[in-house]
């Protein structure tokens, strides 16, 4: 949509993506094309998509991806962004990278937790003061990923979990 103004259509459907998804579309694979260093071409057969319904996607001419595998792909490329030969655009990590994503059959689920997490408390873990879970995930990641995971939680509709990894993010020094 660059150079264009976009149509009250457009900017319905990106509130929709961003409400859903907690990010547009046109800014998440954004920042794949850039850190894979790939055309939208490539992108939409590694997450197995078609070019024309990627297009979509960003253009807000559509709202959502309907199948879980194509957006798990999305997820697990997201997820590999943070891999240190991604970053430094080693052509051989992002080959392996982009093969392996293509390859997978990721099945994204949801589950209802239960409410009562101590004791009948209803107090969640990492929340009110108690910093045990988020002490504990604060040693298992960097500051950094922890953050990069928290956002796709958030993106994924777990507030809360977003909120305990952001917490551990504090904790290991970010």
Same mark, same amino acid.
């Given at each position: 949509?660059?150079?264009?103004?976009?149509?009250?259509?457009?900017?319905?459907?990106?509130?929709?993506?961003?409400?859903?998804?907690?990010?547009?579309?046109?800014?998440?694979?954004?920042?794949?094309?850039?850190?894979?260093? $790939?055309?939208?071409?490539?992108? /939409?057969?590694?997450?197995?998509?078609?070019?024309?319904?990627?297009?979509?996607? $960003?253009?807000?001419?559509?709202?959502? $991806?309907?199948?879980?595998?194509?957006?798990?792909?999305? !997820?697990?490329?997201?997820?590999?962004?943070?891999?240190?030969?991604?970053?430094?655009?080693?052509?051989? !990590?992002? /080959?392996?990278?982009?093969?392996?994503?293509?390859?997978?059959?990721? /099945?994204?689920?949801?589950?209802?937790?239960?409410?009562?997490?101590?004791?009948?408390?209803?107090?969640?873990?990492?929340?009110?003061?108690?910093?045990?879970?988020?002490?504990?995930?604060?040693?298992? +990641?960097?500051?950094?990923?922890?953050?990069?995971?928290?956002?796709?939680?958030? /993106?994924?509709? +777990?507030? +809360?979990?977003?909120? !305990?990894?952001?917490?551990?993010?504090?904790?290991?020094?970010?």
């Amino acid at each position: 949509m660059s150079g264009q103004v976009p149509t009250d259509h457009q900017q319905s459907i990106s509130a929709q993506q961003l409400q859903m998804y907690g990010e547009n579309w046109a800014d998440r694979f954004g920042r794949l094309l850039r850190g894979y260093r $790939i055309p939208q071409s490539k992108l /939409a057969a590694v997450i197995g998509l078609s070019a024309p319904m990627l297009s979509q996607l $960003i253009s807000g001419q559509r709202v959502k $991806i309907s199948n879980p595998a194509v957006y798990g792909r999305v !997820v697990g490329l997201e997820e590999q962004l943070a891999h240190p030969g991604v970053q430094a655009g080693d052509p051989a !990590v992002l /080959a392996k990278v982009l093969d392996e994503v293509a390859a997978s059959h990721p /099945a994204l689920t949801t589950m209802t937790m239960r409410q009562d997490y101590s004791a009948g408390s209803g107090e969640r873990p990492g929340m009110d003061g108690d910093d045990s879970l988020p002490a504990r995930l604060s040693t298992m +990641a960097s500051s950094d990923q922890l953050r990069e995971t928290a956002r796709a939680a958030v /993106a994924g509709g +777990a507030a +809360a979990l977003g909120a !305990v990894l952001d917490r551990a993010a504090e904790l290991s020094g970010g």
